[in-house]
């Protein structure tokens, strides 16, 4: 029943998957920059002028990059981590890959509505966002350490540093991104505070990677 | 008349084959996020209006998202049984991909048309779609496994559990998709009802893939 | 002066080329379909219509994807033979890409004019683009198996039949191409038929393709 | 703490950023044919005139490519001097991606505006660009190649050719881009002219690659 077998099959395995998702990573990070439109103007004071107005697609585009950028960190992490890959492992990537590569448009909501009346519902859908993203994550990193498997996808067991590390990590992102959801309402400059946090949490040197320097 | 001779290069030709499908698939499955437009309205109320308005764009997101996943997925695994390829397979290969690459377009049409005057020309237009995508992998997947061959396409003989599970499954793409267009112009739910229950069954794990686990 | 030596790097070095440019070739082949936008009607027969005036869009989608497909087969044909690549190759073949991811463009133009009062510049703009590719083309390949090297690019000898066959097909490509062109102020329909043929022409079973076969 | 040890686990690490960093190039090199809009007119002569009128897009289209693709280029010189990356080089690395993305929207802005009142604006925007992407890339350059580092990020010392070479032309791009931008306010063609000679000067054979000629 096995086409090939042993490790050398599960890396190519691992492999092609990893590259997949980083194409799709890599579109989701690059788009944003299409909705940055060349003003039409006619005079050097006015082009400054709706060049300025432009800032909050600016933002986007960079709060985008940036978080993608740390998406795709993390993805390559767990990655390092996962020897095997199997159907559900498949599908729980494929929605880390759906919920992360949709963040361009609440990010563009938020950025078209911070200071204008609807900038609550707007910080609402951007953290239900951040919140789904986390819990696809922990979905996909819940599974793939599960340790009543018989075989395990693992490259290690459930004591090893860096998987102990992932486990601590990722405890934090959904529950963060819970609080960011039910301050959204209130306050959406409070909401972003708690967001850029995770964000920046999540780019922090990790020992998977750091193993590696 | 050979540049390279042995396994060694058609393991290279089809890893490149793999690769360029993968990335036209990765930016088919990203593109549509390009059509979930920020409206721009002046309330909170008429944001909220405004962004339910959007339904069946999230709606078409999802579901191309989700269909492209599982034609990747589909085309991975028989990409497992595939150990050479040739010029026809090629050009059979370019039929899969176009056909997938252009479902964007007949899910952004359903989405939009779906309780609408045309929704039941739109849902012709978006079964016979599915009924190309089944078809091309048909013929892609007769054209390897063909038994007629000197030096076969396959890594494994005709009798082999996973090429027969193909040649199962294979079997039921078009013969449900011609039944799904039969049925667009009555009842566009139906069809509907149909189609996502051939996703779903070509997202179940595959004995290809569950030997890997 | 060398980071690192031998085949190894070398083999690294074309593969990241290629990938690149399998990552150009397949943004270029999919783009297109942002140009299918789903029309905005009210009834059932509107709709048809609408769609059925589509048409020219879908004719240059299927166009530009054939041509780009037989482009990235040739591109991949090509770097089969070449087993170095150094600076000017680079540039090259960036010269290729540029040409071949534009082509969407004149693509679109000829269809969107077919038939009305300006598809004759259309045929012009459209022909010359084909000339653009096929001159890039043949420029690489002339670098590339250029005899007066001390060390050589290619895998094989002048003489090794795959050589050959690339050098009698590609003298074909300016030449056919500059026919169009001096047709297409005269006849766009001619025009195109000498166009297809060739896109058929160059999508032929390949020796050094068919020697993996 | 190791998941994995040793030089097969920096190469794959490497290589792993060097896709993802050449996914990100390839879409952004091609994303301005986006741009590229068949004109909608009526008659040959005015058809003509509408794509004579284009030209900036065109201009666009061809500056960005050439000047992504020696970014490529450089970004792909650097990686094969760099043998392991760290959290810090990815984070570098991220900064160069999101200014090099960029560029196709100063690049518009600028063909947009040559020649009319917001001119001056648009050429100091376009040079600010190029100045903060020469910057990212020395960064990434001067973290990689820090002599007071443990264990060091590059593959030859500090004396070997190829890194004193890059030392050299680096210290070049910021210095260089910093006078175009100086120049930008008081003459967009003077600013042009030293811009387009720096994206000349890098692109330029190195003896990081001539080594595999």
């Not at 439109?37 to 006619?42: D, L, Y």
């Not at 910080?123 to 789904?132: E, K, N, P």
């Amino acid at each position: 029943m096995t086409p090939e077998t042993g490790a050398g099959s599960d890396a190519r395995e691992t492999a092609r998957l990893e590259a997949f998702s980083d194409g799709v990573l890599s579109i989701a990070i690059t788009l944003l920059v299409l909705e940055l439109r060349v003003p039409r103007v006619a005079t050097q004071a006015d082009l400054g002028h709706r060049l300025l107005e432009l800032w909050p697609s600016y933002a986007a585009y960079f709060t985008s990059f940036a978080t993608i950028g740390v998406i795709w960190l993390n993805h390559h992490l767990l990655f390092r981590l996962i020897a095997r890959v199997d159907a559900t492992l498949l599908a729980l990537n494929g929605l880390v890959l759906l919920t992360a590569s949709v963040l361009p448009f609440p990010t563009a909501l938020l950025a078209g509505y911070l200071g204008q009346p609807g900038e609550k519902l707007a910080a609402i859908v951007y953290s239900a966002t951040f919140l789904a993203i986390t819990i696809a994550f922990n979905l996909l990193w819940l599974y793939a350490s599960s340790p009543s498997r018989r075989k395990p996808l693992l490259r290690h067991g459930p004591d090893h540093p860096a998987v102990r590390e992932v486990h601590r990590r990722y405890r934090l992102g959904p529950a963060s991104s819970l609080v960011a959801l039910c301050v959204a309402p209130f306050s959406p400059p409070a909401m972003l505070a708690i967001t850029f946090g995770l964000v920046v949490f999540f780019a922090l040197p990790h020992p998977v990677h750091e193993s590696a320097s």
